[in-house]
């Protein structure tokens, strides 16, 4: 069974108000090792991700120590970074062996070809956020965040995050908001399904020949996406683990 979550965003509010969703979180990660191949972190999985050469935030160590348990029952992950999570650099992947990657990537399972994204700058009218990007993710302005205290750097990382959850939230779109158009592109070019998160809406949509699914967010309703090998489904966490 192949796996996929997004847009988890841990630490967009008060500790206290937060932990229920990582306890959500974490009993789900451990509920899937019967059957999990691979599962897919589609981005944001934290509202703000910021790492230094010797210190992360340390609210995250519950799901940390989960997908490190995870990963020790021989469960593929992978993980592509968001727009709030992109502070990454090697700890993933040296503590964990989970691989990090800062754009789309494409896989194909069972004979299904899948593209994966987050789906941030996919808008039509989203040049200003993809310019943004550019700068924010460059390795000049990383070094010099670096120079920061960790405190004042997770900080400040932490009150971007949400300053940008408002931008994006309240951004109006258009009549079509581009990632359903980029993911017809995608379609037909051959590919079986395009999965998403990003937009905080949750949609099942068959176009052409495939599929677009966008895994909306935990904030809303906790889901996940699931592929057997023959059917693509999006089912709730909290249903899924009263099973389970």
């Known amino acids: 069974m192949i796996y996929f979550i997004s847009d988890i965003h841990l630490g967009i509010l008060e500790r206290s108000e937060d932990a229920p969703?990582?306890?959500?979180?974490?009993?789900?990660?451990?509920?899937?090792?019967?059957?999990?191949?691979?599962?897919?972190?589609?981005?944001?999985?934290?509202?703000?991700?910021?790492?230094?050469?010797?210190v992360v935030p340390k609210?995250?160590?519950s799901t940390l120590e989960a997908l490190k348990w995870l990963r020790s029952?021989?469960?593929?992950?992978?993980?592509?970074?968001?727009?709030?999570?992109?502070?990454?650099k090697d700890f993933f992947k040296s503590e964990m062996g989970i691989p990090i990657y800062s754009d789309d990537i494409v896989r194909e399972h069972s004979g299904k070809k899948?593209?994966?994204s987050h789906g941030d700058g996919k808008?039509?009218?989203?040049?200003?956020?993809?310019a943004l990007k550019k700068v924010m993710r460059n390795r000049f302005s990383l070094w010099l965040y670096l120079k920061?205290?960790?405190?004042?750097?997770?900080?400040?990382?932490?009150?971007?995050?949400?300053?940008?959850?408002?931008?994006?939230?309240?951004?109006?779109?258009?009549?079509?908001?581009?990632?359903?158009?980029?993911?017809?592109?995608?379609?037909?070019e051959g590919f079986d399904y395009v999965i998403m998160g990003h937009r905080h809406r949750l949609?099942?949509?068959?176009?052409?020949?495939?599929f677009y699914y966008n895994l909306g967010s935990w904030l809303e309703k906790p889901v996940f996406g699931c592929f057997d090998g023959n059917v693509f489904k999006i089912r709730e966490v909290e249903e899924y683990l009263k099973i389970n």
């Not at 974490?26 to 991700?49: A, H």
């Open 148 to 188: 920061l205290h960790p405190d004042c750097g997770i900080r400040l990382a932490s009150s971007s995050s949400r300053k940008s959850r408002g931008y994006t939230s309240n951004k109006h779109y258009g009549k079509t908001e581009g990632m359903e158009d980029f993911a017809e592109i995608k379609i037909n």
């Open 73 to 88: 029952k021989n469960v593929k992950i992978e993980y592509l970074m968001g727009n709030h999570d992109f502070g990454h």
């Open 59 to 61: 609210y995250f160590y």
């Open 123 to 130: 808008a039509n009218n989203d040049a200003g956020y993809r």
């Open 114 to 116: 899948f593209y994966i």
């Open 203 to 210: 949609i099942e949509k068959q176009i052409g020949n495939g």
């Open 21 to 54: 969703r990582e306890e959500l979180l974490v009993k789900f990660l451990k509920s899937i090792t019967k059957d999990c191949e691979i599962l897919y972190i589609v981005g944001d999985l934290f509202d703000y991700w910021f790492e230094y050469k010797t």
